[in-house]
């Protein structure tokens, strides 16, 4: 299996659902990276300061975290595409 480019694993804007299994409320969007730290916002607006990637990753491979479809999200969380609420 080809090796995917850390820049193209998560990228800034995306939409992943830890379905409860963290403090972040609903779903979170990256809304920065920084080195190998991606930093989030939950659905009702609380930044996050960061997680490594590579733990990210480990989350998503045993399927603790779902990357959910962007679009999808958009329709039904309108607060996590507009950062309102800010």
């Not at 939409?15 to 659905?43: A, C, H, W, Y």
Request: charged share 25%; glycine share 10%.
């Amino acid at each position: 299996m080809a090796r995917v480019k850390a820049a193209d694993e998560f990228k800034v804007g995306e939409i992943l659902d830890p379905q409860g299994n963290t403090n972040m409320v609903g779903q979170v969007k990256i809304r920065e990276i920084t080195g190998n730290t991606l930093k989030f916002t939950d659905s009702v607006g609380t930044d996050f300061s960061g997680m490594a990637r590579s733990l990210v990753r480990s989350f998503v491979k045993a399927g603790s975290w779902k990357k959910s479809d962007y679009q999808k999200t958009m329709k039904h969380k309108n607060i996590l595409c507009t950062g309102a609420g800010k």
